[in-house]
């Protein structure tokens, strides 16, 4: 299994405080990824990373930023969690493009919006 | 834009028996095509993908798909099913973006096994 580990994997807060999920990875791969789960939407993606201070949106990256400062960590920040942020968080990485490599997923993170 | 729809949203198939998993998407160009497997509680593995080349593609675990562009589809298929089968799985069609591969992820199927 690849090095990939979340932090926590089980979250309860109340809307409007602030939340960061932490993705730690151990394979050196350049590309990192975060993407929500929902019923009924598959994944979706909120924001990706190409390295080390390069980051951009993806499809659903409203009230999300992210932070890579070094490689082996992408940290995914609610600034003000609401309650339709509840969801399910998975981490993902790849060691480049998608076409040619594959793009290995964390155990996920849980997360509860009071 | 790219889409996917996995119209059958749950499966229930006896231990033993062949499985299809359908998939079609929406694409204007030549797709890059993926399933994933979720077991429960844990993140997404890759089972299989297609890029081009030979449209029967063999993936991990006996599984294997077959893209037909006539039809758009990516369907899934296991000749024998496995009680260890049981999970969610998701086709997805990706795409290449300028600084990433983008993948757009259908809703999902969920598979039951009977033993």
New interface residues.
């Given amino acids: 299994d690849a090095g990939?580990t979340q932090s926590p994997r089980h979250k309860v807060t109340e809307t409007g405080t602030p939340v960061t999920l932490r993705c730690h990875q151990t394979e050196n791969h350049r590309?990192m990824y975060w993407y929500r789960q929902d019923p009924?939407?598959?994944?979706?993606?909120i924001h990706?990373s190409?390295g080390v201070k390069?980051t951009?949106k993806g499809e659903v990256s409203d009230g999300y930023s992210v932070s890579r400062s070094k490689t082996e960590d992408f940290l995914l920040t609610l600034e003000s969690a609401t309650s339709s942020q509840t969801s399910v968080y998975?981490c993902?990485i790849s060691s480049g493009?998608?076409?040619t490599d594959?793009?290995?997923?964390?155990?996920?993170t849980r997360l509860t919006v009071l | 834009a790219q889409s996917v729809t996995q119209p059958d949203i749950h499966i229930t198939v006896s231990e033993g028996a062949s499985l299809e998993l359908r998939c079609n998407y929406s694409y204007g160009a030549t797709p890059y095509l993926f399933w994933y497997v979720q077991s429960p509680g844990q993140g997404l593995q890759l089972l299989l993908k297609y890029f081009s080349g030979d449209t029967l593609v063999q993936g991990i675990k006996g599984f294997e798909a077959e893209f037909k562009r006539s039809q758009s589809s990516f369907n899934l298929r296991k000749p024998s099913v496995h009680w260890s089968d049981a999970a969610e799985y998701f086709c997805a069609v990706g795409a290449m973006e300028t600084s990433y591969d983008k993948v757009i992820f259908g809703p999902g199927t969920s598979l039951s096994v009977i033993p």
């Avoid at chain 1, 009924?40 to 993606?45: A, C, I, P, Q, S």
């Avoid at chain 1, 594959?102 to 996920?108: H, I, K, L, S």
């Fill in positions: 990939i590309y009924g939407h598959g994944l979706r993606l990706y190409y390069d951009d998975f993902a493009r998608l076409t594959t793009q290995y997923f964390g155990p996920g």
